[in-house]
């Protein structure tokens, strides 16, 4: 039996071996893409490469290790597209479309949408951003905060997109079909308190409004009252407002203080939410295609076909040039079992490192829209 230290000297010397022509691969691939750049062809050919895969497992003498040999060789053909995209970024061949850098946002002399009605969360992070005294205005749905911000009937949207506790709003997620644009996120502590009419005893509550998030946030306290009745309400805001049309004090809602204020509401119980730190993350989206110079979150939202590895190639682009994956959620796309995958990664669009994976994704998923940079 050969010595433990033998044997790895051994297998330093073929990584040697291998080292080096990995490297010389490489160069021929560069010369490849200069190629493929003068005559307009496409860095992937998806046909060459299954043949390629096809052609270096035939010459696998032991059968156990040919799928070994496609991933080397799948990741070996990755890591030259990706340097093949780099190389056309570099050159000059990007995709990009146009779009304005500016220092700051003008926070002066704007209209803001907000879902809900006046002491709604999303009003409150509007304020929050936009400053106590702005001119902003509720509707009743968030598809109608895009449809305002698109007819530019306002200048800024405001939609919750990310809950602490209870995740994805994924309805927003759904509207991502408008060319409106995510300019910067503000954040929101969720203080959630039981309010009622004035005089309200809450021994004789038989139904309780909110929103579902507000909901499924407070659901220990709710389970204390296992006989109410809940009934979802588009917010929060809106669940207290109702309150006072029914003018019945069996019915409560789940609301923020400030809404109790605006409508005269009785606070009931405090403290409700199941955690206590817990934050909603709103996203400021604008018509104009427009980021901050300083921005450092990238969005994107991209649809892959349905096989195997397909979704684990695209993410690989962000991996390979060195950004940090923020998050990741999938939403059932137009043909059913397919998905459209949102992707939150770290960067500006104008670091050479976010254009070349936004490339690589670019010509290798089925589609893919930029979301914002923020």
């Not at 509550?205 to 809940?230: A, E």
């Not at 669940?239 to 049309?245: E, R």
């Not at 939403?331 to 939150?344: H, I, L, S």
Request: hydrophobic share 35%; with cysteine; aromatic share 8%.
């Amino acid at each position: 039996m050969l010595d433990l230290n033998v044997i790895r000297e051994q297998i330093d010397g073929i990584d040697k071996q291998l080292v080096d022509l990995f490297e010389q691969r490489m160069k021929l691939t560069k010369e490849v893409a200069e190629y493929k750049i003068q005559t307009g062809k496409k860095v992937l050919d998806t046909q060459r490469e299954r043949a390629k895969i096809e052609a270096v497992t035939k010459l696998v003498k032991n059968e156990a290790n040919v799928h070994a040999i496609d991933d080397l060789f799948s990741q070996i053909m990755a890591n030259s597209r990706k340097g093949q995209y780099q190389l056309l970024e570099a050159m000059g061949q990007t995709l990009r479309e146009p779009y304005e850098a500016i220092e700051s946002i003008n926070k002066e002399g704007v209209k803001i949408v907000y879902q809900g009605v006046p002491g709604a969360y999303t009003q409150e992070a509007a304020c929050n951003f936009f400053g106590e005294d702005c001119d902003n205005y509720g509707v009743p749905t968030w598809r109608d905060v895009m449809e305002a911000v698109k007819n530019k009937e306002a200048d800024y949207g405001v939609l919750p997109i990310e809950n602490s506790t209870t995740g994805s709003v994924v309805g927003v997620y759904d509207l991502q079909e408008y060319d409106n644009y995510i300019i910067a996120e503000t954040f929101v502590n969720i203080d959630h308190v039981l309010v009622g009419l004035k005089g309200t005893d809450i021994n004789k509550v038989t139904t309780v409004y909110s929103h579902p998030q507000g909901i499924m946030q407070c659901d220990h306290f709710l389970n204390t009252h296992k006989d109410w009745q809940r009934i979802h309400q588009a917010n929060t805001a809106m669940a207290a407002k109702m309150l006072l049309s029914e003018n019945d004090n069996t019915h409560v809602a789940i609301s923020s203080k400030k809404a109790a204020q605006i409508y005269g509401l009785e606070v009931l119980e405090t403290g409700i939410a199941d955690l206590s730190n817990n934050t909603t993350r709103f996203v400021i989206i604008t018509n104009a295609r427009r980021f901050l110079k300083n921005a450092n979150k990238t969005s994107i939202v991209f649809e892959t076909a349905n096989e195997a590895g397909t979704l684990y190639n695209l993410l690989s682009h962000i991996i390979y040039n060195g950004l940090n994956m923020y998050k990741i959620e999938s939403r059932p796309a137009d043909k059913q079992w397919d998905y459209k995958f949102f992707v939150d990664f770290e960067g500006n669009i104008d670091d050479p490192r976010v254009m070349n994976a936004l490339r690589g994704i670019q010509e290798e998923a089925k589609s893919i829209k930029l979301l914002g940079n923020y």
